[in-house]
């Protein structure tokens, strides 16, 4: 008999439910296609794939295992096939061919489908093509081996299955052991299988190609062992004792490795000798030695004074541990933000004055509802609620300073406002992306914080207090089906729904008076000082192929400012992330009007992403303001 006729046979006898689930699996990546697409924090749709591979691939190919193999050998449907004139290792060989077969078309499908989105964006050229499909048929190899090897293994393969899931969560979650030193962790790396271009990881593939080896190995040893007697025992039903014993192992193996994830735990973060903390909250400050003590005593209180109106303003029972660190090599405006053992906020905090303590306060308040939604708060269209709550909140409520700072974000905002054409590009809901993009994250913060002022100047602070708990603080859904039932219709509806106000009045009526603050003596002089420019930023390829970045201004208003431009830049994904913190790279130069005010050589290579941005330097502003930020592509 020949190959053909058998795999005629599982055709006829499979085909339905294969292309059922092929079915199943278009709609699986065009789910996770849109939600690339719809998230607040754009993701690249190749991204798709890798998540195909861990969520999706796993499971069809189990059922795939399950329908191939399991079905024949537990109901004895195998014994005819075996009855018939053909060596016995054919029909074993023919299953492991098909099912490998279509898991390749289904990858290829799946390949496909996300590099063509992918390409409207990107560039994707058939290098890069042909690396992220022989990365995903590599892990696909494995898994159909693991699961034609399991598949021969009787009752006893459930078992197996969770001792693999096992040793593989062991192995994700130890602490101090990178994972990617082994090949098919290191293929399905976060940012390496998505993004790498240029490097072809031979060893991680040869390693994930001999474990596939290994496994399809013993799968056919044990099918043809003693004439399939191995199976066969195999494929009876478990005795009683049997029943016992694995649950003896099972329960053993689970204290086992609860014991040990257990030691894994780090212990909690200790600053050591030169911090302070706090009494009441749980909040500590460190500072580089003891000449900084005075400066960490001043900020451990601020710090735990938003920390004790988080606690109270929102009734929460137990905060997290609070811990900011000095860093005198980062810039006064730049924080960095982690949730290492509860929440690290990482900034050069010597000599902050009112306005600066605001922002670290706001960090606080920003920081923790970001860890209650588990990181999902970035993924939604009230990534601006967040910011603006969190800076209002931090400002009107913990500090109740007086106006200047209140001016200074409030003149900040209408200058970001005025870098848009058009009020649809202000729509924090659904463009909050681009905009923190183009006017920087300190004045979208702005922009955010203004809205929440409008809010509750023009109505009251029960209706942000209404929004708030609905749409923020309350928000976290116990299962996908909750999920699916909030975000199943558009953010607008679920806005007027909350309020009562349709979020059309609501943008219209929060820019005319955006306008109407821009008139007020303090921030229109505030304004006054400032350069507006028309700016035109270029990459450009000389006779001699040297690579430059430049930029030029045009100053679209007469008045006369201080301080100086920037030029910052660093490589990039197209899918990255709206705000790029802590850009080193840049050129600092008057502002300067003509042609070329900026011109830096260039490094990245033919076909690179670059983020290239223009800020200005004003006294007047604790923090840089934007002036304009492209993406552009490496000639």
Excluded at 41 to 63: C, D, G, Q, Y
Excluded at 403 to 411: A, F, G, P, W
Excluded at 456 to 475: F, G, H, K
Aim: aromatic fraction near 14%; charged fraction near 20%; hydrophobic fraction near 45%.
């Amino acid at each position: 008999m020949h190959y053909g006729t058998l795999a005629l046979k599982d055709i006829r006898e499979h085909g339905l439910a294969l292309l059922s689930m092929a079915v199943s699996i278009c709609f699986a990546v065009y789910l996770l296609l849109k939600s690339a697409q719809l998230g607040a924090f754009s993701i690249s749709t190749l991204e798709a794939v890798r998540k195909s591979l861990i969520m999706l691939f796993p499971l069809i190919t189990f059922i795939l295992g399950n329908r191939l193999i399991v079905r024949e050998y537990l109901g004895k449907t195998r014994l005819f096939v075996e009855a018939l004139p053909t060596k016995r290792y054919k029909p074993l060989l023919q299953k492991y061919v098909l099912g490998l077969f279509y898991l390749a078309l289904v990858a290829l499908m799946v390949v496909s489908i996300s590099t063509f989105t992918s390409s409207f964006v990107d560039n994707i050229d058939t290098r890069r093509f042909l690396l992220i499909l022989t990365k995903t048929l590599t892990i696909v190899l494995l898994y159909w081996s693991v699961v034609f090897c399991f598949s021969f293994c009787g009752f006893i393969r459930t078992l197996l299955y969770l001792l693999l899931f096992g040793a593989v969560f062991l192995v994700n979650g130890l602490p101090n052991f990178d994972e990617t030193t082994i090949g098919p962790f290191a293929l399905l790396d976060a940012q390496l299988f998505t993004y790498e271009r240029e490097h072809f990881p031979w060893q991680d593939i040869l390693e994930t190609l001999g474990l596939a080896a290994l496994f399809s190995i013993i799968g056919f040893a044990i099918a043809l062992y003693n004439e399939g007697s191995l199976t066969e025992a195999l494929a009876k039903p478990l005795s009683r004792r049997d029943f016992v014993a694995t649950g003896i192992l099972g329960f053993t193996l689970f204290v086992l490795l609860s014991s040990l994830y257990e030691n894994f735990d780090k212990e909690p973060y200790n600053f050591g000798n030169n911090s302070v903390r706090h009494d009441d909250v749980p909040v500590s400050v460190f500072y580089i030695d003891q000449s900084y003590q005075s400066e960490g005593v001043r900020l451990l209180d601020a710090i735990a004074l938003a920390a004790q109106h988080l606690k109270d303003d929102f009734n929460i029972k137990r905060l997290p541990e609070i811990r900011l660190a000095l860093d005198d090599t980062l810039e006064p405006h730049d924080l960095a933000l982690d949730d290492i053992d509860g929440i690290l906020i990482t900034a050069n905090y010597v000599g902050y004055d009112d306005y600066q303590v605001g922002v670290l306060q706001a960090a606080v308040y920003h920081q923790y509802f970001t860890a209650v939604s588990g990181q999902r708060i970035y993924f939604e269209p009230y990534h601006w609620l967040l910011d603006g709550v969190a800076r209002w909140w931090a400002v009107h409520q913990v500090q109740q300073t007086g106006e200047e700072q209140k001016n200074e974000i409030l003149s900040r905002a209408v200058f970001a406002s005025r870098l848009f054409e058009t009020p649809d590009e202000l729509d924090m809901a659904n463009n909050w992306q681009w905009l923190a993009d183009k006017a920087g994250y300190p004045s979208a913060e702005a922009l955010a914080y203004s809205a929440i002022r409008y809010l509750v100047e023009t109505y009251d602070q029960d209706t942000l207090a209404t929004l708030t708990n609905r749409m923020l603080w309350n928000n976290y859904r116990s299962n996908s089906l909750e999920s699916f039932s909030e975000y199943r219709f558009p953010f607008e509806s679920r806005f007027e729904e909350v309020t009562s106000i349709t979020w059309v009045d609501f943008q219209t009526g929060w820019l005319a008076w955006l306008e109407e603050q821009a008139k007020t003596p303090k921030i229109n002089e505030l304004l006054l000082q400032v350069p507006y420019f028309a700016t035109d930023i270029n990459v450009e390829l000389d006779s001699n192929n040297q690579r430059w970045i430049t930029a030029n201004y045009t100053q679209t208003n007469e008045q006369n400012f201080e301080g100086g431009c920037v030029l910052r830049h660093t490589g990039m994904s197209p899918f990255d992330a709206e705000y790029v913190s802590l850009i080193e790279e840049g050129d600092e130069i008057a502002c300067d009007q003509g042609e070329n005010t900026h011109t830096v050589s260039s490094w990245y290579p033919e076909g690179a992403r670059l983020y290239i941005l223009l800020e200005h330097n004003s006294p007047l502003f604790h923090e840089p303001l934007r002036l304009n930020a492209v993406r552009l592509t490496s000639p």
